[in-house]
């Protein structure tokens, strides 16, 4: 079931692929984004991480913190230089997708399919050139989950849900960096 806004964020007490405990309860006094993306190696999902990254210093002097998950297993997280280097951002790896469910991802054959036929070489050729990764899904790991960003406001209410209509639809950038400067949410 999809999460709708002006409502509490589901609670998580999870440990990251850092082995710090991130526990949402700890942002209360905070603004957060929190990204669930797809698979370790989805160019779609890891140029848009580079994205937030690159946000990082930025955002947390405004008061918002990010998070974010990824549904490949914890070991193939680590392997990644890349996704190493996402730190000091919380990255939790739940292959089991009980967060995902929880937060109302869908998975769809049709999206994925879509996407790839529409986006997937250009993204592919960006990812390259970003020095992203981009490689074949490892053990467990489905092509066909779609990507979700939340802003969630102090008291750990859900401010704005942007659930992907296709594998690179993403809350724009500017909505994220006006709710960080002040609790706005545009539309």
Request: proline share 4%; with cysteine; charged share 25%.
């Amino acid at each position: 079931m999809k999460l709708e806004q002006n409502l509490p964020a589901p609670s998580f007490n999870l440990q990251d692929i850092f082995g710090r405990t991130i526990n949402l309860e700890d942002y209360r006094d905070k603004r957060v984004f929190i990204g669930f993306f797809r698979h370790a190696g989805c160019p779609f999902c890891n140029l848009r991480v580079h994205t937030l990254t690159k946000l990082h210093a930025e955002l947390q002097e405004k008061n918002l913190e990010m998070i974010f998950f990824f549904e490949s297993k914890e070991k193939v997280l680590l392997r990644s230089i890349f996704h190493k280097e996402v730190s000091p951002i919380p990255l939790i790896s739940d292959p089991e997708k009980k967060w995902y469910a929880a937060y109302g991802l869908e998975s769809s054959a049709w999206i994925s399919a879509k996407s790839h036929l529409l986006a997937f070489v250009q993204t592919a050729f960006k990812a390259r050139r970003a020095g992203v990764p981009l490689h074949t899904m490892a053990d467990g790991e489905s092509i066909n989950t779609i990507p979700a960003e939340f802003l969630v406001d102090l008291g750990l209410i859900i401010k704005k849900v942007h659930y992907a209509k296709g594998l690179n639809d993403r809350m724009d950038t500017e909505i994220i960096k006006a709710f960080a400067e002040n609790g706005t949410v545009l539309q």
